[in-house]
């Protein structure tokens, strides 16, 4: 017997895409909608069984028992208002966006039964046609309850991930921003400057290396645009501190410091050990 009856998810990309498919293969709804901007981005997903039904109106998300918003920020805080008004009051309804501070803030206060999450999957790929059903298995997923979140709603959040194949784990929303703006968001960051600091004639013979730290600067600009901006202020200070890290990496080689050079390799090596991989 499927957990839902019916399941909305708004902006069927690689991670809504991607829930989609899960849902279908575990059986965990009974029909599935999906809205996004895009009408090829629709009829792909119901070509691939992401969802039943699909329409850029959000009125489709009417008489849903739980939605997920897998759209990009600054679309969530846009459209969290509307949705409080078209679905039922015992609806529950959770983001999978990549900052949390915002997003619970403004969908926490519109949308009452509202979970906030960030599932630790995906890649530098966009869009439906990469999603697929076993995209969470054994990922991390951060939920970021609040003082105010519906502790019913929450339980069924964290099974849900549970059933998809995540481990979810809980974080307080601004941790969690504070966490991911070093972990994940200096990365993005680094990877998009970089390549503007190379020159395009030094592109043509690039070696591995250069694809390898470059990778994610494939991701789609807009959905990091929206990351960036909303979580400016602990983004600004990672890149302080990775300022400070490349200034004295810089030192030491411009005084042929082969010590310190030698120090802050095997620092980072130690520290590369310590990621799961």
Request: with cysteine; charged share 20%; glycine share 8%.
């Amino acid at each position: 017997m499927a957990v839902f009856k019916k399941a909305g998810i708004v902006g069927t990309g690689l991670i809504g895409g991607s829930i989609g498919l899960a849902l279908r293969q575990k059986k965990l709804a009974d029909e599935i909608v999906g809205t996004s901007r895009h009408d090829s981005s629709l009829i792909r997903a119901r070509r691939m069984g992401a969802i039943d039904r699909g329409s850029r109106d959000l009125r489709i998300l009417s008489g849903c028992d739980i939605v997920i918003l897998a759209a990009p920020v600054q679309t969530i805080l846009a459209q969290a208002g509307r949705i409080q008004k078209l679905i039922p009051q015992n609806c529950i309804v959770m983001d999978v966006a990549s900052t949390k501070a915002a997003v619970v803030k403004k969908a926490g206060a519109s949308l009452k039964r509202f979970v906030g999450c960030h599932p630790l999957a995906g890649s530098e790929k966009q869009g439906i046609a990469h999603a697929r059903p076993d995209l969470f298995k054994n990922a991390a997923c951060i939920i970021t309850p609040v003082k105010q979140t519906d502790t019913t709603a929450l339980e069924a959040v964290r099974r849900l991930w549970v059933r998809l194949g995540a481990q979810p784990r809980m974080m307080g929303p601004a941790a969690h921003d504070r966490a991911l703006a070093y972990a994940s968001h200096l990365p993005h960051a680094i990877a998009f400057a970089l390549l503007e600091s190379i020159p395009a004639a030094y592109l043509a013979d690039s070696p591995q290396s250069l694809r390898d730290m470059t990778r994610i600067a494939g991701s789609g600009h807009e959905v990091w645009n929206d990351i960036f901006m909303t979580n400016r202020a602990d983004l600004t200070d990672a890149i302080d501190a990775f300022m400070q890290s490349i200034k004295a990496f810089r030192s030491a080689l411009s005084r042929g410091d082969t010590h310190s050079l030698r120090r802050i390799m095997a620092r980072a090596r130690s520290k590369k050990q310590r990621i799961i991989p």
